[in-house]
Nanobody, 126 residues
Framework: QVQLVESGGGLVQAGGSLRLSCAAS????????MGWFRQAPGKGREFVAA???????YYTDSVKGRFTISRDNAKNTVYLQMSSLKPEDTAVYYC????????????????????WGQGIQVTVSS
C-alpha cells in the first residue's frame, strides 16, 4: 500500500539545523509534486514548502531563506533542510504527495495532496 515515512526530527536549540526526510513507497511517484506541512499545538495545519516533479520550489514566507526543499526522484524521497531554526518552528511536520494534475498555485493548500505521512516532531528550544 501507499506509505510515506518521515525521519530526521528531534530536539534542537534555536539557531540549529535539522534535515527531514520523507520516503514514499507503494506506487510510482513519477510526475507528482511533494510538500511539507506543519502543525503546532492548538493551530491548524500550515503549508511549509513544496516541490514539483521538475524541481520548482515554493515556500511560506516565514521559512524563506532558512528552509530548503529538495527531492531525489530515483529514491522517491523528499527532503526538508531546516536551518536557523526558531522556537516558532516547533511543530509536527508532515510530508504529502500532490494529487494528479495539481497546478502549482494550489500547492499551498492541503487539499492539493492525496497521501500523508504520520508526522514527525520537531522541537526548537530557546
Amino acid at each position: 500500500q501507499v506509505q510515506l515515512v518521515e525521519s530526521g526530527g528531534g530536539l534542537v536549540q534555536a539557531g540549529g539545523s535539522l534535515r527531514l526526510s520523507c520516503a514514499a513507497s507503494g506506487r510510482t511517484w513519477s510526475g507528482y509534486a511533494m510538500g511539507w506541512f506543519r502543525q503546532a499545538p492548538g493551530k491548524g495545519r500550515e503549508f511549509v514548502a513544496a516541490i514539483t516533479w521538475s524541481g520548482s520550489t515554493y515556500y511560506t514566507d516565514s521559512v524563506k531563506g532558512r528552509f530548503t526543499i529538495s527531492r531525489d526522484n530515483a529514491k522517491n524521497t523528499v527532503y526538508l533542510q531546516m536551518s536557523s531554526l526558531k522556537p516558532e518552528d516547533t511543530a509536527v511536520y508532515y510530508c504529502a504527495t500532490g494529487r494528479p494534475g495539481v497546478v502549482d498555485r494550489d500547492l499551498t493548500s492541503p487539499y492539493a495532496y492525496s497521501y500523508w505521512g504520520q508526522g514527525i516532531q520537531v522541537t526548537v528550544s530557546s
